[in-house]
Nanobody, 127 residues
Framework: QVQLEESGGGLVQPGGSLRLSCAAS????????MAWFRQAPGKEREFVAA????????SYADSVKGRFTISRESAEKTVYLSMNSLKFEDTAVYFC????????????????????WGQGTQVTVSS
């Protein structure tokens, strides 16, 4: 199974931007659907964004639409989450996840559709 490692988190002011990266330890990510989830203190893990294998369809949570963009780099070893216009409520630990490509698209926001997870990277939005 592929091992995932997130990076790029940090402290940012409201309205600022960050770009998170999710890299594969070995090989590429082009045989997986990829997603980002986040978990704030005291809350359940929630879906943020997903991208189909080979950079096809994307899906976003309503709370981040128009502000966040998920993408794959051309060599397919890294998946990104570009975050703009960050808000206090975006503060959370962000996790990337890899899942099988046979997952039906209506289940792409379900965390049980993914079987590989990274350790997470902290994003804190604070003034």
């Amino acid at each position: 199974q592929v091992q995932l490692e997130e990076s790029g988190g940090g402290l940012v002011q409201p309205g600022g931007s960050l770009r998170l990266s999710c890299a594969a330890s070995e090989g590429t990510l082009n045989t997986y659907n990829m997603a980002w989830f986040r978990q704030a203190p005291g809350k359940e893990r929630e879906f943020v964004a997903a991208i189909r294998r080979r950079g096809g369809s994307t899906s976003y949570a309503d709370s981040v639409k128009g502000r966040f963009t998920i993408s794959r780099e051309s060599a397919e070893k890294t998946v990104y989450l570009s975050m703009n216009s960050l808000k206090f409520e975006d503060t959370a630990v962000y996790f990337c996840a890899a899942g099988p490509t046979y997952t039906i698209w209506s289940e792409i926001q379900n965390p049980t559709s993914y079987y590989n997870w990274g350790q997470g990277t902290q994003v804190t939005v604070s003034s």
